[in-house]
């Protein structure tokens, strides 16, 4: 029994240590407001999934813009000019939800790094909701 609360302790330590931040498997579910013009990465750490689901949120009144691009790049102002733009939403309204864009990966051993994935839009204030299945 003592080894195994050692070989516990261990694991703690060692994830403690980690770089970034730890995220536990499964949904993960967060919202992000578009600044229009300013690209906003999806997470500033890096965070591997499987799939993921991005909607304009109800209440919003612009259009939305997905960017990627890899980890240690920045899109340009305006990532629908650079040749960085990888799909668009459709506005939202008072009473439902906008455009969607979804990625996934079709084997098991596949993964995503939200880190590569930014966020911008034509209107200031609205709303993308992300969900994500962490890995």
């Given at each position: 029994m003592k080894t195994i609360?050692?070989?516990?302790?261990?694991?703690?330590?060692?994830?403690?240590?980690?770089?970034?931040?730890f995220v536990p498997p499964g949904r993960k579910n967060f919202k992000i407001t578009i600044v229009a013009g300013t690209p906003q990465r999806v997470?500033?750490?890096?965070?591997?999934?499987?799939?993921?689901?991005?909607?304009?949120?109800?209440?919003?009144?612009?259009?939305?813009?997905?960017?990627?691009?890899?980890?240690?790049t920045t899109p340009a102002a305006s990532c629908a000019t650079a040749g960085q733009l990888s799909g668009q939403l459709a506005p939202a309204s008072a009473t439902a939800p906008g455009g969607s864009w979804s990625d996934g990966v079709s084997n098991s051993g596949g993964?995503?790094?939200?880190?590569?994935?930014?966020?911008?839009?034509?209107?200031?204030?609205?709303?993308?909701?992300?969900?994500a299945n962490v890995k």
């Open positions: 609360s050692k070989l516990l302790l261990a694991a703690s330590v060692f994830v403690a240590l980690l770089p970034g931040q997470s500033a750490t890096p965070l591997v999934v499987d799939r993921y689901i991005i909607q304009m949120a109800i209440g919003g009144t612009g259009s939305g813009l997905i960017c990627i691009v890899p980890v240690a993964s995503i790094n939200l880190q590569t994935v930014w966020i911008d839009g034509s209107n200031s204030g609205d709303v993308v909701i992300v969900s």
